[in-house]
């Protein structure tokens, strides 16, 4: 069968494609119209579909609009209690309407659609079905945690054959995500956007608080829980156009510790429902790496996996492999996250001829940017297809040497961001042992935080946080032969098979997708080669 995902109720609108059960392409709206989370996350905007990321789906496949099977939407409008906390009350009329209108929206959108065949997905079902059902594990019990769904904020349960069972969930107002979502505006961040901020924040501080969000923040004990409402000022006065201080910090680290405590208590009270050795996670609250990684560590399970792309653009994928399961499809595991666009080098060779740049054609990319970085250089590393999902996992990379402290402001600067931002290891599979402790290995997606050993933390300053702690990506060579030979190169020079990865992107800006967006991202801030598949481009 083949069965298209929608995401576009929230934020960072997406399109999944699956065909006989196996996943084909997956791209956030973003990434095409340039513009940060696709659209706000306001009912107003939900009318606004990933048009572009849908299309491209369907033109990797080869297929037209009136071929598919099926269309799965991520969201529910039945399901909506208006009497219910946590809304829009002024609003949520309007994304109700927008949502049932839904699939004529689409036939508009896709011209030849039926609109017959578009189908309503419940949309924490949908971010439950993202990990659980892409996961490599098979059965597994699933988490479900973010903002807010129709009416609820939470689930949790199993699932056994492809099939869900559902054994707790959590109406709104009474939400996990909602909570983190306002401490991110009261620092003077952008809410449903900047919550890892918060989370990079909290490492700065120490958890003085925690005592007072105990009672403000607790499991219930029969899956659910609660979250008070929060006086914030009465912590620390609300950030208007400066920076976070220490009370901030503060705060911010209480917060982010009674969020673990309490996910660690619906984790233990699932496990104990389903005896599941396997635990998936999806939903924004699943992008907290720090969570995870103490749920691997002091949880009851044996493997933690979490969808790589575990916000809203998660859930067209979700979306269309529930429906993939509900019609009787084996379902294939996902085998990575690059599952967007992608460039030949003759394609990528004439935008650099119409560009008018300089370029060579190296006879081994990898191992001229590893000399690059060696010389500690910035690169721009732009290789293979996207990512889908928040995270540049050496695909659409901005690399750096990682012996080098002055690197983390550096680089920071280079993509216009706060100083507190700590930067990411990207690590060979086979060494990530010797270097990072505590958290899970391998580990591809960049999910979870290691402690980095403490011989290793002076030679790889710029990706030790203050807290002495990294957020890894390990690289096998198996899965990705060029990046994985880059790292060799650049080991075989340093002693080091660790380089800094962050994604690449300026502030405010989506990450870049496109030969184009490379280009223009190179033009425009101080990066001293573009690794565009493989042609080199450097700063004259």
């Known amino acids: 069968m083949r069965i298209l995902g929608i995401n576009a109720i929230f934020h960072d609108p997406a399109a999944a494609l699956i065909v006989d059960g196996e996943i084909v392409a997956a791209a956030e709206e973003e990434r095409f119209t340039r513009r940060k989370h696709g659209k706000r996350p306001v009912p107003f905007s939900s009318w606004e579909l990933p048009e572009q990321a849908a299309a491209w789906c369907l033109e990797r496949a080869g297929l037209r609009p009136e071929e598919l099977d099926a269309v799965g939407y991520s969201y529910d409008p039945r399901l909506v209690d208006h009497s219910l906390g946590g809304l829009d009350q002024k609003s949520e009329n309007t994304r109700t309407d927008y949502a049932f209108r839904a699939?004529?929206?689409?036939?508009?959108?896709?011209?030849?659609?039926?609109?017959?065949?578009?189908?309503?997905?419940?949309?924490?079902?949908?971010?439950a079905a993202s990990a659980a059902l892409a996961a490599p594990s098979g059965d597994s019990a699933v988490l479900v945690a973010d903002g807010r769904g129709e009416s609820q904020s939470y689930l949790a349960g199993e699932y056994r054959d492809g099939k869900f069972v559902e054994l707790a969930a959590q109406q709104l107002p009474h939400s996990l995500g909602l909570m983190y979502e306002d401490l991110t505006e009261h620092l003077g961040f952008t809410r449903s956007s900047d919550e890892y901020k918060v989370m990079a924040l909290a490492s700065y501080g120490t958890p003085r608080f925690l005592d007072r969000f105990r009672e403000l923040v607790y499991a219930t004990g029969d899956g659910g829980f609660r979250t008070e409402p929060v006086d914030w000022a009465g912590f620390a006065p609300a950030v208007v156009g400066g920076a976070p201080g220490p009370d901030h910090a503060d705060l911010a680290a209480s917060v982010q510790r009674r969020l673990e405590d309490v996910l660690l208590e619906l984790t233990s009270w699932l496990h104990r429902q389903t005896g599941q050795r396997n635990l998936t996670l999806a939903g924004g609250i699943a992008l907290n790496c720090v969570a995870n990684t103490r749920?691997?560590?002091?949880?009851?399970?044996?493997?933690?996996?979490?969808?790589?792309?575990?916000?809203?653009?998660?859930?067209?994928?979700?979306?269309?492999?529930?429906?993939?399961?509900?019609?009787?499809?084996?379902?294939?595991?996902?085998?990575?996250?690059?599952?967007g666009r992608e460039w030949t080098d003759t394609e990528l060779e004439n935008v650099l001829r119409t560009a008018k740049v300089?370029?060579?054609?190296?006879?081994d990319i990898a191992a001229e940017v590893a000399e690059a970085l060696a010389e500690d250089q910035v690169v721009a590393w732009f290789q293979g297809r996207a990512e889908f999902g928040p995270r540049a996992l050496g695909h659409r990379s901005l690399l750096a040497h990682p012996g080098r402290s002055a690197n983390l402001e550096r680089l920071n600067d280079v993509k216009g961001r706060e100083q507190f931002r700590p930067l990411a290891p990207m690590v060979l599979a086979d060494r990530a042992s010797e270097i990072f402790e505590r958290g899970?290995?391998?580990?591809?997606?960049?999910?979870?935080?290691?402690?980095?050993?403490?011989?290793?933390?002076a030679r790889i300053p710029a990706v030790t946080h203050v807290d002495g702690t990294a957020r890894v990506q390990t690289v096998d060579p198996a899965e990705d032969p060029v990046l994985a030979r880059m790292l060799s190169e650049f080991d075989r020079r340093t002693g080091l098979p660790v380089v800094v990865n962050t994604s690449l992107n300026t502030a405010g800006r989506p990450m870049v997708d496109s030969p184009r967006d490379a280009l223009e991202c190179f033009g425009s801030a101080p990066i001293d080669l573009l690794a565009l598949g493989p042609f080199a481009v450097r700063r004259s």
Not at 103 to 127: K, N, Q
């Open 358 to 363: 300089r370029y060579t054609k190296s006879a």
């Open 440 to 457: 899970p290995l391998p580990s591809p997606y960049m999910l979870f935080v290691h402690d980095v050993a403490p011989h290793w933390r």
């Open 103 to 127: 699939p004529a929206f689409l036939t508009a959108a896709l011209p030849g659609l039926d609109p017959s065949i578009v189908r309503f997905v419940r949309h924490h079902l949908a971010h």
């Open 295 to 339: 749920l691997h560590a002091e949880g009851p399970y044996d493997r933690v996996w979490v969808q790589p792309a575990s916000g809203d653009a998660g859930t067209a994928l979700g979306a269309a492999l529930q429906l993939a399961a509900e019609f009787g499809e084996r379902v294939i595991p996902m085998r990575g996250a690059d599952l």
